[in-house]
């Protein structure tokens, strides 16, 4: 017996999710998002100790980002990075559930990055992207700089040494940077923007107000960004609305964004 061909994506369940506009939620994240490092850590929640596993034990494809050479925007390996792709269990969980969704249609999720080495976030939130800006935005005073810093990076710890009530998101194990891609032949559904673009672009509702029904680059990333929200939503994790591809469950962001009273996740266990 020949192998179902896969559904195509304007029909069944996940066309009406591609359908689905999401612009209100964004902004309900927005608004609420704030100052999430300051959220209580619940330490006696049951998943507190969720252990940390290699999503590829469950079946979630993915590489490393930040370990690669052609890794636009960086094309470099980045110090300290890691080829592992590691999460909390329950998230892990999450994540299969949401492949069992995509498989009628031959269709994965593709990670490029969770839990996230302290040297890696320092690196990026301390000197790439402020050596970036300074270059490409020499206009920025340091207040302004700063501002466009943690719009896309999180604070890391200063020597290395994380504040267990104030973990920066990728250090948690609940926080993952991923997109959608076609099974058999690896290609990516085209989101709009590259990964780890930090402009607009990756905000993502950045295709929500499209009115030109003539822009097929805009439908399709308005659609794709939409499937991939609503499906991540569905077993709920939260998404970071500066950035289509960073969804989370049991983090501070996740926390403040779903208002849950407390946040599960400290920093993760080895
Ligand atoms: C820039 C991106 N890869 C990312 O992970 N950003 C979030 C906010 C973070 O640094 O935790
Ligand atoms: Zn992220």
Same mark, same amino acid.
């Given at each position: 017996?020949?192998?179902?061909?896969?559904?195509?994506?304007?029909?069944?369940?996940?066309?009406?999710?591609?359908?689905?506009?999401?612009?209100?939620?964004?902004?309900?994240?927005?608004?609420?998002?704030?100052?999430?490092?300051?959220?209580?850590?619940?330490?006696?929640?049951?998943?507190?100790?969720?252990?940390?596993?290699?999503?590829?034990?469950?079946?979630?494809?993915?590489?490393?980002?930040?370990?690669?050479?052609?890794? +636009? %925007?960086? #094309? $470099?390996?980045?110090?300290?990075?890691?080829?592992? !792709? =590691?999460?909390?269990? @329950?998230? &892990?969980?999450?994540?299969?559930?949401?492949?069992?969704?995509?498989?009628?249609?031959?269709?994965?999720?593709?990670?490029?990055?969770?839990?996230?080495?302290?040297?890696?976030?320092?690196?990026?939130?301390?000197?790439?992207?402020?050596?970036?800006?300074?270059?490409?935005?020499?206009?920025?005073?340091?207040?302004?700089?700063?501002?466009?810093?943690?719009?896309?990076?999180?604070?890391?710890?200063?020597?290395?040494?994380?504040?267990?009530?104030? +973990? %920066?998101? #990728? $250090?948690?194990?609940?926080?993952?940077?991923?997109? !959608? =891609?076609?099974?058999? @032949?690896? &290609?990516?559904?085209?989101?709009?923007?590259?990964?780890?673009?930090?402009?607009?672009?990756?905000?993502?509702?950045?295709?929500?107000?499209?009115?030109?029904?003539?822009?097929?680059?805009?439908?399709?990333?308005?659609?794709?960004?939409?499937?991939?929200?609503?499906?991540?939503?569905?077993?709920?994790?939260?998404?970071?609305?500066?950035?289509?591809?960073?969804?989370?469950?049991?983090?501070?962001?996740?926390?403040?964004?779903?208002?849950?009273?407390?946040?599960?996740?400290?920093?993760?266990?080895?």
């Amino acid at each position: 017996m020949s192998p179902a061909r896969p559904l195509r994506l304007s029909d069944g369940p996940l066309a009406a999710l591609r359908a689905r506009p999401l612009a209100a939620e964004v902004a309900i994240a927005t608004a609420r998002k704030g100052d999430y490092r300051a959220h209580p850590i619940d330490q006696a929640h049951a998943l507190h100790a969720d252990p940390m596993v290699d999503l590829a034990e469950y079946g979630v494809a993915g590489a490393n980002h930040y370990h690669a050479t052609h890794n +636009p %925007p960086y #094309h $470099a390996d980045i110090t300290g990075s890691i080829p592992a !792709l =590691r999460a909390r269990r @329950s998230v &892990a969980q999450r994540l299969a559930r949401v492949n069992d969704r995509l498989a009628a249609y031959g269709l994965e999720i593709w990670v490029f990055d969770a839990w996230r080495p302290i040297a890696v976030q320092n690196h990026f939130h301390d000197h790439w992207m402020p050596d970036y800006l300074r270059r490409a935005r020499p206009e920025l005073d340091a207040a302004a700089l700063q501002a466009e810093v943690t719009r896309y990076w999180a604070k890391g710890a200063p020597g290395g040494r994380i504040d267990p009530a104030s +973990p %920066p998101p #990728h $250090a948690t194990g609940g926080a993952v940077d991923l997109t !959608l =891609r076609d099974s058999a @032949s690896g &290609a990516h559904l085209f989101m709009g923007s590259i990964f780890d673009d930090v402009t607009a672009l990756s905000n993502t509702d950045a295709f929500e107000a499209t009115d030109d029904a003539m822009s097929f680059s805009a439908l399709e990333a308005r659609d794709n960004r939409r499937l991939l929200f609503w499906l991540m939503a569905g077993e709920g994790l939260a998404n970071n609305p500066t950035e289509w591809w960073h969804f989370s469950h049991g983090d501070q962001m996740w926390a403040r964004i779903t208002g849950a009273r407390a946040a599960l996740f400290g920093p993760a266990p080895p």
